[in-house]
């Protein structure tokens, strides 16, 4: 189901920076009426629901107040549960990112960190094993360009003896390497997120999740969001979340639940209730 969210949330983006002048409150940026915008999105999902995904959940803000809110297919197709956009938990995938650099920024924002000091500085020594000498910043972990290779070993485990606390997935040898010079090449970077995510734990000496949830997750009234990575265990999520599924030929196979190890990166649940 990540693959339609994040393609819906992609067009969105698109289209809420289109340069196209627009009467405010009447069409989105890129001149589609407010009026018509359901049917727009319905043709979109249309095109996608049973073939690419089973279901799917959309949200769309336009100025601060929800102009569409709707939910596609099935969150559960063995026993016909359709989504529900008020109460289906979806993982957000990648877009929990942005809740990371929002805890980076309100650190910027106290004075407790730079954006362009040297990491390791809030690391301490002897965490990373770094192949260039030259500083890693929060300005390269945000942009992708600390020189990280990607990794997928352990980052999503069916089996919760594979849970790692967040020190122990990211170092030691964890860690994957460094194959470019800081600041040079552009290279998506899941642990870039999650290192990030782990200095806002020595800063503040919070769990990641609990800072998320007492200084974003609450002012923002989001009741129904966690980071917790032990989802299964919050009374009553389960029943409502979606089943995640994999297609072979015409067939849906329903995946078991899993786990995100990179919890910054990778892990908020939410529902839009």
Known sequence: ?????????????????????????????????????EETVDHIMNTHIGEEVPGASVSIVQNGEIVLQKGYGSANLEEGVPVDSET???????????????????????????????????????????TYDEPITFNHLMTHTAGFEERVENLTVYDTDNIYELEDYLFADKQPKQIYPPGEVIAYSNYSTSLAGYIVEQITGMPFKDYIQQFILDPLEMEHSTFDLRYDLIPGLMEDKAIGYTRAGDQWSAKPTSYINDVPAWCVNNNSQ
């Open 1 to 37: 189901m990540k693959k339609i969210v994040l393609t819906l949330l992609v067009w969105m983006i698109l289209a809420m920076h289109s340069p196209n002048g627009y009467a405010e409150g009447t069409t989105t940026p890129s001149g589609i009426p407010i009026s018509d915008m």
């Open 88 to 130: 289906t938990y979806m993982e957000a995938g990648s877009v929990s990112k942005l809740f990371t650099w929002t805890a980076i920024m309100q650190l910027v924002e106290e004075g407790q960190i730079t954006l362009d000091t040297d990491i390791r500085e809030y690391l301490g020594e002897g965490k990373l094993n770094l």
